[in-house]
């Protein structure tokens, strides 16, 4: 496939999550981006703001299976994963495939299941496999896993591990639509007189993944590679707001999102803006702040964007 193509298909996928999603243009553009960098999203934000919708409506749109796990303190992993269940009639263990099985899972509030249980996706989320007494099954392609947590109920959650943060590509605050936009969605919902969107397939499996393989041939220059590595440097040395900065699966980050951002705007190269573009959704939540921050309003998103102004940008002649 062709970036040419891989730029039409997504608009054609936007323009129709986008009959649903009023507004947030910025973070639909970056869920795409980072489902064609075939990566996993972590949206962290208040209820009531689609994080749902978006998951679905994305799946719809891509002609993806899609699952929903409602994440709570008695989850176990084996509700996730499937458990082996003894056959009577053929004497022998049988695996019932959990909801890790799809495409798309949505895994809701995942902050408040035990540690025990968010350590089942790992497996899944960074070698597309799950181990289950000692069988491996591969999990069907592509597979996203998009999480959600709520940012401000902490009682009887369970903070994510920094070693299960760094295994999203992107983390993602969505926001309260502005005031013409919540008119918006009062008038779509009078218009089609029921509470669910229709969201039409206009991309199948097979072509997302095409799209996904084509993500390879965009090409990045060496300024562009400095560019990258500076960025990623720089969380390293600020030892008065980072405790401790990105590693290098942020670069990696930073790379495959940027040529995936780049391909949906239809170049087959990279621009300082691309890698600009994504830097902070995909560096801030891999970034730990001074223990003295956290009594303070400073976020990591902000550390990183004052971070990303000490970056030159590399010029081209």
């Given at each position: 496939?062709?970036?040419?193509?891989?730029?039409?298909?997504?608009?054609?996928?936007?323009?129709?999550?986008?009959?649903?999603?009023?507004?947030?243009?910025?973070?639909?553009?970056?869920?795409?981006?980072?489902?064609?960098?075939?990566?996993?999203?972590?949206?962290?934000?208040?209820?009531?703001?689609?994080?749902?919708?978006?998951?679905?409506?994305?799946?719809?749109?891509?002609?993806?299976?899609?699952?929903?796990?409602?994440?709570?303190?008695?989850?176990?992993?084996s509700d996730i994963l499937g458990v082996s269940i003894f056959n009577q009639k053929t004497l022998e263990f049988?695996?019932?495939?959990?909801?890790?099985?799809?495409?798309?899972?949505?895994?809701?509030?995942?902050?408040?299941?035990?540690?025990?249980?968010?350590?089942?996706?790992?497996?899944?989320?960074?070698?597309?496999?799950?181990?289950?007494?000692?069988?491996?099954?591969?999990?069907?392609?592509?597979?996203?896993?998009?999480?959600?947590?709520?940012?401000?109920?902490?009682?009887?959650?369970?903070?994510?591990?920094?070693?299960?943060?760094?295994?999203?590509?992107?983390?993602?605050?969505?926001?309260?639509?502005?005031?013409?936009?919540?008119?918006?969605i009062l008038r779509r919902r009078i218009e089609r007189r029921k509470d669910e969107a229709d969201v039409r397939p206009v991309v199948t499996s097979e072509e997302l993944i095409e799209m996904q393989k084509a993500i390879?041939?965009?090409?990045?220059?060496?300024?562009?590679?400095?560019?990258?590595?500076?960025?990623?440097?720089?969380?390293?040395?600020?030892?008065?707001?980072?405790?401790?900065?990105?590693?290098?699966?942020?670069?990696?980050?930073?790379?495959?999102?940027?040529?995936?951002?780049?391909?949906?705007?239809?170049?087959?190269?990279?621009?300082?803006?691309?890698?600009?573009?994504?830097?902070?959704?995909?560096?801030?939540?891999?970034?730990?702040?001074?223990?003295?921050?956290?009594?303070?309003?400073?976020?990591?998103?902000?550390?990183?964007?004052?971070?990303?102004?000490?970056?030159?940008?590399?010029?081209?002649?």
């Amino acid at each position: 496939m062709k970036i040419e193509d891989v730029h039409e298909k997504s608009n054609l996928v936007l323009n129709e999550v986008s009959r649903v999603i009023v507004g947030k243009e910025n973070v639909l553009r970056m869920i795409l981006t980072t489902i064609l960098a075939d990566g996993h999203i972590l949206i962290e934000d208040l209820p009531g703001l689609a994080k749902t919708l978006m998951a679905k409506s994305f799946a719809k749109a891509l002609g993806l299976e899609f699952k929903r796990v409602q994440f709570t303190s008695d989850l176990l992993p084996s509700d996730i994963l499937g458990v082996s269940i003894f056959n009577q009639k053929t004497l022998e263990f049988e695996f019932r495939k959990g909801p890790v099985f799809t495409n798309i899972l949505l895994a809701d509030e995942i902050n408040r299941s035990p540690p025990k249980t968010q350590s089942a996706l790992l497996e899944a989320m960074q070698e597309r496999q799950v181990t289950v007494e000692g069988k491996t099954y591969e999990l069907p392609k592509p597979f996203v896993v998009i999480a959600t947590q709520n940012p401000i109920e902490q009682e009887g959650t369970y903070p994510l591990p920094e070693a299960q943060l760094d295994r999203f590509l992107v983390r993602l605050r969505v926001g309260y639509p502005t005031f013409e936009e919540e008119k918006e969605i009062l008038r779509r919902r009078i218009e089609r007189r029921k509470d669910e969107a229709d969201v039409r397939p206009v991309v199948t499996s097979e072509e997302l993944i095409e799209m996904q393989k084509a993500i390879e041939d965009v090409y990045i220059s060496e300024p562009i590679l400095d560019y990258i590595v500076s960025i990623v440097d720089i969380t390293r040395k600020d030892k008065r707001n980072v405790e401790i900065g990105a590693s290098p699966r942020g670069s990696l980050a930073l790379l495959k999102l940027s040529r995936a951002y780049a391909a949906i705007e239809g170049r087959d190269y990279v621009i300082p803006d691309d890698v600009k573009a994504v830097a902070v959704p995909a560096l801030s939540h891999r970034l730990i702040l001074k223990r003295e921050l956290w009594y303070t309003r400073v976020s990591q998103e902000s550390v990183m964007e004052k971070l990303l102004e000490k970056v030159p940008v590399p010029k081209f002649k």
